[in-house]
């Protein structure tokens, strides 16, 4: 992101309320082990997520990084709400000397918190040049991981890696983490040195003396979860995870449940309490929303506040979204039935389907606002004679001209020839990213054979990445004001391999000039190359569909 965008954000965020500003929050992924979608921007994507982030809200996979990858963009990273997954690396370290807490909100293959798999070569025909190191991981480096509240650890396939097998897990398993599977191999194609000796036990995370595991449970006095030491004064509070510096539960290095204003607590204030003198339900001032494992005044944007006092990405069962005057947005108890919705890929009736398909258009005729995704797959024009579904046409997209919302992610990686543009969705206003494509994009466009975008309305991307490659026809990507799109500081648009922007200067858009379209009232951006509208001039040389 440009140095002007930055300092915005930083601004914007200096004038949030303590407890907001106070961490930097950030969404992580959910690819698994699969290929990145790009990988020519793959190490960018991450540093977009990661800068500055310090708790993960999802997973935090790293994969596929070559071995001369620089990763410092990770080292403010404390907490991971979900998994940690290292595979197929072939960068000697992964700098996570922060990382304290892994949740396991989510696991690895329904059991692992913490996966590091493949980060290296067996193979004799991928050994290097002489003299050279071969790539790796070499240390995990996790010197200040002192927590995993549920789901055990695999670590299998790292030629390069030591030490791993000399730390305790047990100390870093919370008391009340069911049965972790412990799965670690140390098949190796080097020797290991000895931990350091300034470790009190031979435990170590790599070879420096800052790399001693630091124990925290095995070593506590009985009857402590957590501790600092081994006396029993140097327990730690019951609301601590991790560790901590002191008995109170304001000296915890990582909450157990909520971080309220650094104090950890079982539970966020009420948002409202109870008079027992006047029988009668108070606002509580005090009140706080729970977001991940801390306590907040409002949720963050893009999030709904509900009435039980969370924020959320999608309401619960009989909730509708409301927006208030202020633009936030929060569910709401429907009095009757909720009025009827127009759901997309991923929600209700359509939780399993992969793509729009002649099968399932004619769902979102007329819809303004659509609950959910959508995804334009090859199988969406192709159709699939094994269950009678015909290829879906270029005619049936118009449904879509009256969509302005999509509370999910768009995808689109196959498209009529016939259409130069995306201008069915000419309306779209608002790409909510709530929930994210491989958990990273709210807007993808790969493989088209698109000359512009045609997305003329389109007003934000709520949350999530913009992912637009392989396009080989497409112009205009650059002029498009992304920076006023986009919402948070984690979100940037990831381009390679469109048109050269130097031939897009010199075609069909030549007559285009920005001051003419300026003059004539069009916004500066995607909207300045659209077919179809008499505001500004040059648009009528453009090639009609
Ligand atoms: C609680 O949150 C505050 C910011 O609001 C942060 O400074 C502090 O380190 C957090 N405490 C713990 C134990 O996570
Ligand atoms: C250990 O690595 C060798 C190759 O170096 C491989 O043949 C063997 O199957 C591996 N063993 C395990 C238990 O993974």
Known sequence: MEL????????????????????????????????PASPETHLDMLRHLYQGCQVVQGNLELTYLPAHASLSFLQEIQEVQGYVLIAHNRVSQVPLQRLRIVRGTQLFEEHYALAVLDNGDFLESAAPAAGMAPGGLQELQLR????????????????????????????????????????????RSRACAPCSPACKAPKCWGESPEDCQSLTRTVCASGCARCKGPQPTDCCHEQCAAGCTGPKHSDCLACLHFNHSGICELH????????TDTFESMPNPEGRYTFGASCVTACPYNYLSTDVGSCTLVCPLNNQEVTAEDGTQRCEKCSKPCAPACYGLGMEHLREV????????????GCKKIFGSLAFLPESFAGDPDSNIPPLQAEQLQVFESLEEITGYLYISAWPDSLPDLSVFQNLRVIRGRVLHDGAYSLTLQGLGI????????????????????NARLCFVHTVPWDQLFQNPHQALLHS????????????????MLTVCQSAGVPRGLWRQQSGTSLCMCLSQVPHR
């Not at 549920?150 to 390069?160: D, E, H, S, T, W």
């Not at 992969?354 to 005729?365: D, G, K, M, P, W």
């Open 144 to 187: 200040s991981l002192t927590e995993i509240l549920k789901g055990g650890v695999l670590i299998q396939r790292n030629p390069q890696l030591c030490h791993q097998d000399t730390i305790l897990w047990e100390d870093i398993f919370h008391k009340n983490n069911q049965l972790p599977l412990k799965q670690i191999d140390t098949n």
């Open 451 to 470: 000359s512009w975008l045609g997305l003329r309305s389109l007003r934000e991307l709520g949350s999530g990445l913009a992912l637009i490659h392989r």
């Open 354 to 365: 992969r793509a729009v398909t002649s099968a399932n258009i004619q769902e979102f005729a």
């Open 497 to 512: 391999a469109n048109r050269p922007e130097d031939e897009c200067g010199k075609t069909e858009s030549q007559c285009c």
């Open 268 to 275: 966020c204030p009420a948002l409202v309490t109870y008079n």
């Open 4 to 35: 002007a965008a930055w300092c915005r954000w930083g601004l914007l965020l200096a004038l949030l309320p303590p407890g907001a500003a106070g961490t930097q929050v950030c969404t992580g992924t959910d690819m698994k082990l699969r290929l």
